[in-house]
């Protein structure tokens, strides 16, 4: 039977010292990295200024952009990213890699975090030493994360929910402007990120709601009393509803009593389909509706609601 030795891990000091002999080894065997990584990297410069700074080391890839990379012997510490990401910029690269003795679960995760963005490819590596029984010292070196089509994924999802928060803030900031020229009812209320804002009916658990989506709103008396089984919400609603003629004339037309489905709430809306968050150039006639159509219903609901 063949003898089969036991790895051993040597101290990273014991094999690069000084630390720039890591970066000297690491320049004559680029490809060492390289396949870990699945980049074929080349043209390898050590020392490359990057302002009143000096990289490691860069290389290009294979449609020659450039690639940064710094190497720090012990625990990853927020200096060296922050000298990464500069080098990277200084540079223009497309690519940065930070290899580093212990990676810290926090620099995981902002690496995992950066590589959302398409801008540039991070990746973090945790290199050790080792030997197998009296042999001479090897590098090991791990792929802790790296960039991936789910990470893109994510990133590309993140943007798109922030352009919606900015949208939808914007369209609850021009909406509330008006609707205080025409009622106190909201006059309280600032704008949010979310789809809706709202203001209470002056009942606990209830509340009068704007709400809009891509491309319609409403106005919507939306009961949450009762937190627990949500029969004392359909209760509210029935109650309200043996006024339904005298409610819907007050308001001017139809609207839409409903027992939302997965939830414990009920609601009382009406739904105004000129446009939504997405349609700025019709948010002046939305917000004219929305804000008249709330006005009527806060109007014809407001006597029932004191009998509660």
Not at 96 to 118: D, K, Q
Request: aromatic share 6%.
């Amino acid at each position: 039977m063949s003898v089969i030795d036991k790895i051993q891990r040597v101290k990273l000091r014991d094999v690069w010292h000084p630390e720039p002999k890591f970066s000297e080894w690491l320049e004559q065997n680029i490809d060492v990295l390289g396949e870990c990584i699945g980049i074929k990297l080349s043209n390898v410069r050590r020392e490359k200024d990057a302002g009143d700074f000096s990289v490691d080391l860069v290389a290009e890839d294979d449609n020659e952009n450039q690639v940064v990379i710094e190497n720090q012997l012990e625990k990853s510490n927020h200096d060296h990213l922050g000298k990464l990401i500069t080098y990277l910029t200084m540079l223009e690269a497309k690519v940065a890699i930070w290899i580093v003795s212990e990676p810290r679960p926090e620099h995981v995760r902002a690496i995992a975090r950066l590589n959302e963005s398409r801008t540039a490819a991070f990746y973090l590596l945790k290199v050790e030493a080792i030997r197998i029984g009296n042999s001479n010292p090897a590098a090991l070196l791990t792929l802790i994360t790296g960039p991936s089509e789910e990470t893109r994924i994510i990133g590309d999802q993140k943007a798109e929910l922030a352009e919606r928060h900015i949208e939808r803030k914007k369209f609850w900031t021009a909406l509330l402007a008006l609707a205080k020229t025409k009622s106190r009812l909201h006059s309280d209320i600032s704008p949010k990120i979310y789809n809706w804002v709202g203001t209470t009916a002056g009942v606990q658990g209830l509340g009068f709601n704007y709400v809009v989506r891509q491309h319609d709103a409403q106005v919507e008396l939306y009961i949450d009393q009762d937190k627990e089984t949500g029969d004392g919400n359909q209760k509210i609603l029935e109650k309200l509803e043996t006024s339904k003629e005298s409610i819907e004339k007050g308001f001017g037309g139809p609207l839409l009593w409903e027992t939302l489905e997965d939830s414990r709430a009920c609601r009382i809306r009406y739904i105004v389909d000129l446009g939504g968050w997405q349609d700025e150039e019709k948010w002046p006639q939305v917000h004219a509706a929305l804000v008249d159509a709330m006005i009527r219903l806060e109007k014809a609901l407001r006597p029932h609601l004191e009998n509660l």
